[in-house]
């Protein structure tokens, strides 16, 4: 409910700030404070990190950001039928932070060890 209501007041301003569609993109990839603290209430008795899965929210909502920035106006540009510059560097650069920012997490959560609530008898 509170990306919604906030994407909704947010939303009007996109005519005076442009970075207001790439803001909406990065709310609506993290899915808002409360989706997070009920996957947090249904984590806590698995053995899964709760950290890895709120760093990975976070760099969700990042990258959703900056696929906003760099292709609404590729988007723009194609429906306009406008003539079409694209950076390869930027492009470039960031598929490499999608597989970087993929591969650290992937190691992170492999070497992070699994948390119980269960105690081993002594």
């Known amino acids: 409910m509170e990306f919604s209501n906030g994407s909704a007041y947010i939303a009007p301003y996109y005519f005076e700030y442009p970075q207001v569609l790439a803001i909406l993109s990065a709310i609506l990839a993290f899915g808002g404070f409360c989706v997070f603290f009920q996957s947090a209430h249904i984590l ?10 709120l760093t990975s929210k976070i760099v969700q909502a990042i990258f ?37 920012i993929g591969m650290t ?6 070497k992070l060890p699994l948390k119980t609530n269960h105690q081993l008898p002594v």
């Open 44 to 53: 806590s008795g698995t053995p899964l990190s709760l950290g890895v899965y």
């Open 105 to 110: 997490l992937k190691i992170i959560s492999v």
């Open 64 to 100: 959703a950001y900056l696929l906003t920035v760099i292709l609404y106006p590729v988007y723009m540009n194609i429906t306009t039928a406008s003539n079409l510059a694209i950076n390869y560097n930027i492009v470039a650069i960031t598929i490499l932070l999608f597989v970087i």
